[in-house]
């Protein structure tokens, strides 16, 4: 997964990287809070961040207040590293939108319990975005299945969106993504096969 570290710190950065590599993560590093926001920006970004909370530049906590002020559909796990083991300053950092923290200095298997929990509610905030989405769609068609549905009287197709005519059974396995079989009703049987018995077999 790709992991954004911030940290201004270069020897600390080094060793976030070869870490999260050894982990097999993709770290992406940011040496200041400007640069981690820059990386936050982008179409995709990634969905796990550990933003040290003091940087030049914006901080951490500044980072994640503006992260969850522009938050999209893409859910964004946020741990943020801290110096301080103040209750004033983790309540700070929770209140900026932060999911979690570690306090420095933190031993490799903190960390990577604590990267391990964020990978799963991100996996589990994507499950739910698609399931969302899935449903949207599913209402979608549901609605416009409700509208009226033009029919030719004679050939019985109906015109689509694209406003050509196909048949029915063609137009609701796109809509629906059902598989239409064909079959004869007890009326249409007595109807058109009563005086031939071999359509009966």
């Known amino acids: 997964m790709k992991i954004l570290v911030a940290e201004d710190d270069p ?11 050894r982990w097999g993560h993709e770290p992406l590093l940011a040496e200041d809070g400007d640069a981690a926001w820059a990386v936050l920006q982008r179409p995709d970004r ?3 961040a550990v ?5 030049p530049g914006l901080s951490g906590i500044d980072v994640c207040r503006k992260a969850r002020s522009q938050a999209g559909k893409r859910p964004l796990h946020v741990i943020l590293l801290t110096a301080r083991s103040e209750t004033s300053t983790i309540v700070e950092a929770l209140d900026s939108g932060a999911d979690d923290y570690v306090v420095k200095p933190f031993t490799p298997d903190e960390l990577r319990s604590r990267i391990g929990a964020g990978i799963r509610v991100v996996e589990l905030a994507t499950q739910l975005e698609t399931r969302i989405g899935e449903l ?3 209402m979608a068609e549901l609605k416009e299945l409700r509208e009226m549905l033009p029919m030719c009287a004679y050939c019985k197709k109906v015109r689509n969106d694209q406003n050509f005519w196909e048949r029915v059974e063609t137009y609701l396995g796109k809509k629906t993504k059902a598989k239409v079989s064909h079959g004869v009703c007890p009326e249409c049987m007595e109807k058109f096969m009563r005086d031939d018995p071999s ?3």
């Open 11 to 21: 020897v600390s950065r080094r060793l976030f990287e070869i870490t999260l590599t």
């Open 46 to 48: 990634p969905l796990l």
């Open 51 to 55: 933003l040290d909370l003091m940087m």
């Open 136 to 138: 949207e769609r599913a």
């Open 199 to 201: 359509l009966l077999k």
